[in-house]
């Protein structure tokens, strides 16, 4: 597997193109690497923005979202939102499954006593 490319167990077409291991996303770029370079370049930017006007908030599960959000708002239409389904790996970055995202992120948001 590329390191640019997603591994889903189950996947229904929801996050991927149909055959593709490539995100659905705004620009309809189906490469990987192509979208990897658009991305970055634009969650660059986004990040900068953060930078010079933070979203406020507690780091909970709906802060993070928001910063999630308005980091990938340009490229992906389901910034911000819980991932469906077992959205498992890119690259050698493993994720936690979509039907574990609420209680994970309350129990970090939990242990660090924010």
């Not at 889903?8 to 189906?30: E, H, K, Q």
């Not at 900068?48 to 999630?68: C, R, S, V, W, Y």
């Not at 389904?85 to 574990?100: H, M, N, P």
Request: net charge negative.
């Amino acid at each position: 597997m590329s390191q640019n490319s997603y591994s889903y167990a189950g996947d229904d077409g929801v996050y991927c193109y149909p055959d593709s291991r490539v995100l659905i996303n705004t620009f309809n770029i189906r490469d990987a690497v192509q979208l990897e370079e658009v991305e970055r370049e634009l969650t660059i930017l986004q990040i900068t923005e953060l930078q010079k006007a933070p979203i406020q908030g507690d780091f909970d599960l709906n802060h993070l979202k928001a910063i999630h959000h308005f980091i990938f708002k340009d490229i992906y239409p389901w910034a911000g939102q819980i991932r469906q389904g077992d959205f498992l790996a890119k690259g050698t970055s493993v994720f936690c499954r979509g039907i574990f995202i609420e209680a994970m992120a309350e129990d970090v948001h939990v242990k660090l006593d924010i």
